[in-house]
């Protein structure tokens, strides 16, 4: 079985401009979560999204950031216009069902650097 | 890979010995624990986790325990191994909202 998948592994753009993450939960998960982690700090929630709807977007630092998950399946995560602050490695992690202690999966992060 | 940790925890031990890796949680009514490591260039990855109606849980090579009295987790790897070297989370979940600490690095030398 496929694990979390993220696209792209890194990405290096300049100040203003514009990012698109994206993750492919675990086939079947409904629960798709976004995390980033700031370098030498601990890794903060972003969103969490339960199938197509936004479940908890309140670790979302601002409006520059727009998550979406349209049909409940991949989702993505666009940062316009970036800020040397939003370096960090964002993580996507998913798991199949809420409730219990469902464990995440994580993918491999999206390493950016802005500039 | 990523560049993480400079100003992580560390722990460095020999390998074959055993590793104690502590974590304190922050909410008094967090009720499921998981432990991560995360390796250079990869994302977390599930190692055990534990429950807050126990005190502690065993794995392969590993155990965590549990005290709910001063909010302590630790993570035991027996026989560490060089392929330990990683970063390791705690994690503490509430109602799904999920937190992590800030981690430490534990390097195994040979």
């Known amino acids: 079985e496929a694990g979390v998948t993220q696209f792209p592994s890194h990405s290096v753009i300049e100040k203003g401009q514009t990012v698109t993450l994206r993750c492919d939960p675990i086939?079947?998960?409904?629960?798709l979560y976004w995390y980033r982690r700031v370098m030498g700090k601990e890794i903060k929630f972003l969103l969490h999204?339960?199938?197509?709807?936004?479940?908890?977007e309140s670790g979302m630092p601002n409006n520059r950031f727009l998550a979406e998950r349209t049909g409940g399946t991949y989702s993505t995560l666009k940062v316009q216009p970036a800020e040397l602050e939003d370096s960090g490695v964002y993580f996507c992690?998913?798991?199949?069902?809420?409730?219990?202690?469902?464990?995440?999966?994580f993918g491999p992060g999206t390493r950016l650097l802005v500039l | 890979g990523e560049s993480v940790g400079l100003h992580l925890p560390t722990l460095s031990v020999q390998e074959g010995d055993n590793s104690i890796i502590n974590c304190a949680y922050s909410n008094s009514a967090s009720d499921y624990f998981i432990w991560y490591k995360q390796e250079s260039g990869k994302g977390p990855q599930f190692i055990i986790d534990i429950r807050s109606n126990m005190d502690k849980r065993q794995g392969q090579r590993v155990t965590v325990l549990l005290n709910k009295t001063v909010k302590h987790l630790s993570l035991q790897i027996a026989a560490t191994q060089p392929g330990d070297s990683a970063v390791y989370f705690c994690a503490e979940i509430l109602n799904n909202d999920m937190r992590f600490g800030a981690g430490t690095r534990l390097t195994v030398k040979p």
């Open positions: 999204f339960v199938k197509e709807s936004k479940q908890d």
């Open positions: 992690a998913s798991s199949q069902r809420q409730g219990d202690g469902e464990t995440q999966y």
């Open positions: 086939s079947g998960h409904d629960n």
